[in-house]
């Protein structure tokens, strides 16, 4: 099935850059408004898929609009295993085009919230309003294919995994679901509960991507609309071992060790991160783990306050002529990670560390106390390394 993107092209790329700093947000707002309309489970693994779905339509939304061609792409092979995934749980299809609908009321909500508007013409609009239509129609002939497709292989995959993977999606489960149901679910599932677990985000490298066996210990679900991993914490505090058939042809990022009642914290931790090393931000070789990448995933989160905060923050770089304020940018920020060691930021750079003590001169008349403040150099930190990673 093929999708016209012509009108996501026609879409300012800002559009997506903000609502993909909003999709949590806008997500848990629509389940909230839905809840209290009775048109949703108040907790729950029901409620857990509604956002699920918000959130991956909403992303899926971006995808297009960043790039319309590879992103078409990436959201048909995701709806032909959510197809293949609803077959495998003797669901029906349809059921999808509420999570679809819920998904584009979503989007036009949230960015309508956005300061300025949508900006765009009605022309535009208009297209985009036509591009959704299509976009619905075309997703749901995948999801049906990729259906029918897991019926005529069989939907018969040994229970122990079924079990496995419904106690997954509970763990994960927000708010955490009912911990005796939890107990009887994993006796069944003969799989024993750690003390701690560190959840993971998986996405494949390639369309068409083999679903991999499960790490050993670990709960897995590479069918979902979202695939996710549940690692016990080794305790001897051991890193978990993928396997390289794993790492070769999917993304997993890793997030931080938690009780196994706060899973689904690491989970949200761990999605944010896959999303970075999506977007280049940061490697997406071996396992990606959260804890490594603390700096990025706070400009994530915060990206608009740094944003405002740069503007009063790099002010003494403003009377620099371009050439150098470049330059010396790029120097304050190798200091900073190499806590003004010239010759650590030298080699970073590849200049003279006589030449960085020369340009740490000039900085220090421009930002005076500023670089003597530690919490003023973590803020500028911050700041640079977001404005670089965006020029």
């Given at each position: 099935?093929?999708?016209?993107?012509?009108?996501?092209?026609?879409?300012?790329?800002?559009?997506?850059?903000?609502?993909?700093?909003?999709?949590?947000?806008?997500?848990?707002?629509?389940?909230?408004?839905?809840?209290?309309?009775?048109?949703?489970?108040?907790?729950?693994?029901?409620?857990?898929?509604?956002?699920?779905?918000?959130?991956?339509?909403?992303?899926?939304f971006c995808d297009l609009v960043d790039d319309p061609d590879?992103?078409?792409?990436?959201?048909?092979?995701?709806?032909?295993?959510?197809?293949?995934?609803?077959?495998r749980d003797g669901r029906d299809p349809d059921e999808i085009?509420?999570?679809?609908?819920?998904?584009?009321?979503?989007?036009?909500?949230?960015?309508?919230?956005?300061?300025?508007?949508?900006?765009?013409?009605?022309?535009?609009?208009?297209?985009?309003?036509?591009?959704?239509?299509?976009?619905?129609?075309?997703?749901?002939?995948?999801?049906?294919?990729?259906?029918?497709?897991?019926?005529?292989?069989?939907?018969a995959r040994d229970l122990d995994v079924r079990r496995r993977?419904?106690?997954?999606?509970?763990?994960?489960?927000?708010?955490?679901?009912?911990?005796?149901?939890?107990?009887?679910?994993?006796?069944?599932?003969?799989?024993?509960?750690?003390?701690?677990?560190?959840?993971?985000?998986?996405?494949?490298?390639?369309?068409?991507?083999?679903?991999?066996?499960?790490?050993?210990?670990?709960?897995?679900?590479?069918?979902?609309?979202?695939?996710?991993?549940?690692?016990?914490?080794?305790?001897?505090?051991?890193?978990?071992?993928?396997?390289?058939?794993?790492?070769?042809?999917?993304?997993?990022?890793?997030?931080?060790?938690?009780?196994?009642?706060?899973?689904?914290?690491?989970?949200?931790?761990?999605?944010?991160?896959?999303?970075?090393?999506?977007?280049?931000?940061?490697?997406?070789?071996?396992?990606?783990?959260?804890?490594?990448?603390?700096?990025?995933?706070?400009?994530?989160?915060?990206?608009?306050?740094?944003?405002?905060?740069?503007?009063?923050?790099?002010?003494?770089?403003?009377?620099?002529?371009?050439?150098?304020?470049?330059?010396?940018?790029?120097?304050?920020?190798?200091?900073?990670?190499?806590?003004?060691?010239?010759?650590?930021?030298?080699?970073?750079?590849?200049?003279?560390?006589?030449?960085?003590?020369?340009?740490?001169?000039?900085?220090?008349?421009?930002?005076?106390?500023?670089?003597?403040?530690?919490?003023?150099?973590?803020?500028?930190?911050?700041?640079?390394?977001?404005?670089?990673?965006?020029?």
């Amino acid at each position: 099935m093929e999708l016209d993107v012509s009108a996501f092209e026609k879409v300012p790329g800002w559009v997506a850059a903000r609502l993909r700093a909003r999709v949590d947000r806008a997500a848990d707002e629509l389940l909230h408004e839905l809840r209290e309309r009775g048109a949703a489970p108040a907790s729950g693994e029901e409620a857990s898929r509604v956002r699920s779905g918000v959130a991956a339509g909403l992303r899926h939304f971006c995808d297009l609009v960043d790039d319309p061609d590879a992103g078409w792409d990436r959201v048909q092979a995701f709806y032909l295993r959510v197809g293949r995934h609803l077959a495998r749980d003797g669901r029906d299809p349809d059921e999808i085009q509420q999570a679809l609908r819920r998904s584009v009321l979503a989007a036009w909500r949230t960015l309508a919230a956005v300061p300025g508007g949508l900006d765009l013409d009605r022309a535009a609009l208009g297209l985009v309003v036509d591009a959704q239509f299509a976009y619905m129609d075309a997703v749901a002939e995948v999801i049906a294919a990729g259906h029918r497709d897991e019926r005529a292989v069989g939907p018969a995959r040994d229970l122990d995994v079924r079990r496995r993977a419904r106690l997954l999606h509970l763990l994960l489960a927000e708010p955490p679901a009912d911990p005796d149901r939890v107990a009887a679910l994993a006796r069944e599932a003969r799989w024993t509960r750690p003390g701690t677990v560190a959840a993971g985000a998986a996405r494949p490298r390639r369309d068409g991507a083999v679903p991999p066996r499960t790490p050993p210990g670990a709960l897995a679900d590479f069918g979902a609309p979202e695939p996710a991993l549940l690692f016990p914490d080794a305790p001897d505090g051991d890193r978990p071992v993928l396997p390289d058939d794993l790492l070769r042809d999917w993304i997993v990022a890793i997030g931080p060790a938690v009780p196994l009642a706060r899973a689904a914290r690491s989970l949200r931790w761990a999605r944010e991160t896959l999303a970075l090393a999506g977007r280049g931000d940061i490697p997406d070789t071996g396992p990606i783990r959260s804890a490594e990448h603390v700096p990025a995933l706070v400009i994530a989160r915060a990206g608009e306050l740094i944003d405002d905060a740069a503007a009063t923050r790099l002010a003494p770089l403003r009377a620099v002529p371009p050439a150098r304020r470049e330059r010396l940018t790029e120097t304050l920020l190798a200091l900073l990670e190499h806590n003004f060691n010239a010759a650590d930021a030298g080699r970073r750079l590849r200049v003279h560390p006589q030449t960085v003590r020369y340009r740490l001169r000039h900085l220090q008349h421009l930002f005076g106390d500023d670089l003597r403040d530690p919490r003023r150099c973590l803020e500028l930190e911050l700041i640079l390394r977001r404005t670089l990673s965006t020029c």
